[in-house]
């Protein structure tokens, strides 16, 4: 297949998407397919468009090109007026899939896939409803909670609302503090008093201005994948420091992953239950991973999905496929072939 995967962008975890994407276009490539990496927002070179999936093409090559925009792109794509670069969506029509391995804002949230609806770009992952719903997190923990799968207490706060004590929401310390759309855990906060509070506000409305703060469960943390509407075993993620931020999350050494995770058959059937009707009731498609906390009491609680999770062979949804004898190229093809039903008619 010709395959462009479609990475970067203008968002805050513009890096890591450079790297799933760098990943998934070779695993593709090891599979024998004619994928290319490209750069949402930096473009596609005019002189490259007349065979960009050409025999020669050097992977390398794309992956220097794209990052030497990396201190420069938020200016281009303010200068030019629009976000899209140059030849993308050319590139993109003559594709027979568009892999997308961004992550964020403008890649997450429905917006290009609403874009790639309207011009009859095939894409991988869910559509533009359910990646909107599943990125707001006011949004997504609502729909959540009326659908039966439990959620933390919390409230929804804008930037103009001014600071409200977490007793007016029926909280206590510690709660968590985040923005209400962000991704990779930038922009969030626990909070154990009131001067942290109004600090973890500050730093969170620092990038949207809209904010989740809810409180805070003591206990372990779980992710579930979901390909194709079937959970896949269970990893739990433990941080040797602090929560899983993004440090922990993309630093090597940081966290303990385990998969499948120790747990009694009971609640790891229980919380892949759970991940099962999450991805159904935001009406996701081809495949998510949903996040879950566990208190001390074993109550589990969904803390967000994510529609298109890291893809590198040591992120949570390929260790999780990769417990079921499914490797990283693989799985990189599974995803392909599970959303292309969209396109069956």
Same mark, same amino acid.
């Given at each position: 297949?010709?395959?462009?995967?479609?990475?970067?962008?203008?968002?805050?975890?513009?890096?890591?998407?450079?790297?799933?994407?760098?990943?998934?276009? !070779?695993?593709?490539?090891?599979?024998?397919?004619?994928?290319?990496?490209?750069?949402? @927002?930096?473009?596609?070179?005019?002189?490259?468009?007349?065979?960009?999936?050409?025999?020669?093409? %050097?992977?390398?090559?794309?992956?220097?090109?794209?990052?030497?925009?990396?201190?420069?792109?938020?200016?281009?794509?303010?200068?030019?007026?629009?976000?899209?670069?140059? &030849?993308?969506?050319?590139?993109?029509?003559?594709?027979?899939?568009?892999?997308?391995?961004? &992550?964020?804002?403008?890649?997450?949230?429905?917006?290009?896939?609403?874009?790639?609806?309207?011009?009859?770009? !095939?894409?991988?992952?869910?559509?533009?409803?359910?990646?909107?719903?599943?990125?707001?997190?006011?949004?997504?923990?609502?729909?959540?909670?009326?659908?039966?799968?439990?959620?933390?207490?919390?409230?929804?706060?804008?930037?103009?609302?001014?600071?409200?004590?977490?007793?007016?929401?029926?909280?206590?310390?510690?709660?968590?503090?985040?923005?209400?759309?962000?991704?990779?855990?930038?922009?969030?906060?626990?909070?154990?008093?009131?001067?942290?509070?109004?600090?973890?506000?500050?730093?969170?409305?620092?990038?949207?201005?809209?904010?989740?703060?809810?409180?805070?469960?003591?206990?372990?943390?779980?992710?579930?994948?979901?390909?194709?509407?079937?959970?896949?075993?269970?990893? %739990?993620?433990?941080?040797?420091?602090?929560?899983?931020?993004?440090?922990?999350?993309?630093?090597?050494?940081? @966290?303990?992953?385990?998969?499948?995770?120790?747990?009694?058959?009971?609640? @790891?059937?229980?919380?892949?239950?759970?991940?099962?009707?999450? &991805?159904?009731?935001?009406?996701?498609?081809?495949?998510?991973?949903?996040?879950?906390?566990?208190?001390?009491?074993? !109550?589990?609680?969904?803390?967000? @999905?994510?529609?298109?999770?890291?893809?590198?062979?040591?992120?949570?949804?390929?260790?999780?496929?990769?417990?079921?004898?499914?490797?990283?190229?693989?799985?990189?093809?599974?995803?392909?072939?599970?959303?292309?039903?969209?396109?069956? &008619?």
């Amino acid at each position: 297949m010709n395959i462009v995967v479609l990475a970067g962008g203008t968002s805050s975890e513009r890096a890591v998407s450079i790297v799933t994407g760098t990943q998934v276009c !070779r695993a593709l490539r090891e599979k024998g397919h004619r994928a290319i990496l490209a750069d949402v @927002a930096a473009g596609w070179e005019e002189e490259d468009l007349e065979n960009p999936f050409a025999a020669d093409y %050097e992977l390398s090559k794309s992956v220097s090109y794209i990052e030497g925009w990396n201190d420069k792109i938020q200016d281009v794509c303010r200068n030019r007026g629009e976000f899209f670069g140059p &030849h993308i969506l050319d590139i993109c029509r003559m594709a027979d899939m568009v892999f997308l391995a961004l &992550h964020g804002s403008n890649g997450e949230d429905g917006k290009i896939q609403a874009a790639f609806d309207l011009f009859g770009i !095939r894409y991988t992952g869910t559509g533009s409803l359910g990646s909107g719903m599943a990125m707001d997190k006011g949004i997504s923990r609502k729909i959540l909670f009326q659908g039966g799968i439990p959620v933390p207490a919390g409230t929804v706060l804008g930037k103009k609302g001014g600071v409200h004590s977490v007793e007016e929401f029926g909280m206590d310390f510690p709660v968590v503090v985040k923005p209400c759309c962000g991704g990779s855990s930038i922009g969030v906060s626990i909070a154990h008093d009131q001067a942290a509070y109004e600090k973890a506000l500050q730093e969170a409305f620092a990038w949207e201005d809209q904010v989740v703060v809810e409180e805070y469960i003591q206990g372990r943390e779980f992710s579930v994948g979901v390909v194709d509407g079937e959970p896949l075993p269970v990893i %739990e993620i433990a941080p040797l420091k602090g929560f899983y931020d993004y440090k922990n999350k993309y630093e090597p050494g940081s @966290a303990v992953e385990t998969c499948p995770a120790e747990l009694s058959e009971e609640k @790891a059937e229980e919380m892949r239950e759970y991940a099962r009707q999450g &991805h159904k009731i935001l009406k996701l498609d081809a495949y998510s991973r949903l996040d879950f906390m566990m208190s001390g009491d074993e !109550r589990i609680y969904c803390l967000e @999905a994510n529609t298109l999770p890291g893809m590198t062979p040591t992120s949570l949804l390929p260790q999780e496929a990769a417990a079921t004898g499914v490797d990283f190229p693989e799985l990189c093809e599974k995803l392909i072939e599970v959303s292309m039903k969209k396109y069956v &008619h």
